[in-house]
């Protein structure tokens, strides 16, 4: 058993923007391939529609990475209030 007793906050931030920021390329890259397919946001919407559409591969994983640091961050810190206060998080490591 290994006991998890901190997380680093700014390291689990930068964690987390790889992996939101990959998720946010592989939806606006389904978002963009949606808009180029005539399913959009209609024009009326002005920029929202460009940025939500067919430039989503370039804004979601900016939006989601930027997004996916903070969370981390608040997650981590958290984590580290909570668990201050108790023994640790037990977990079980295969080797």
């Given at each position: 058993m290994v006991v998890i007793k901190e997380i680093d906050?700014?390291?689990f931030g930068k964690i987390l923007t790889i992996?939101?920021?990959t998720m946010g390329l592989?939806?606006?890259l389904f978002t963009t391939i949606a808009a180029l397919m005539g399913i959009s946001?209609?024009?009326k919407f002005g920029i929202?529609?460009?940025i939500f559409g067919k430039l989503a591969v370039l804004s979601?994983?900016?939006f989601y990475?930027?997004?996916g640091y903070?969370?981390?961050r608040i997650a981590a810190s958290l984590y580290n209030t909570v668990v201050g206060s108790k023994k640790g998080l037990k977990v079980e490591v295969l080797r």
């Open positions: 906050a700014p390291e992996l939101y920021g592989v939806f606006g946001i209609p024009k929202f529609s460009l979601l994983p900016i990475g930027i997004s903070f969370i981390g």
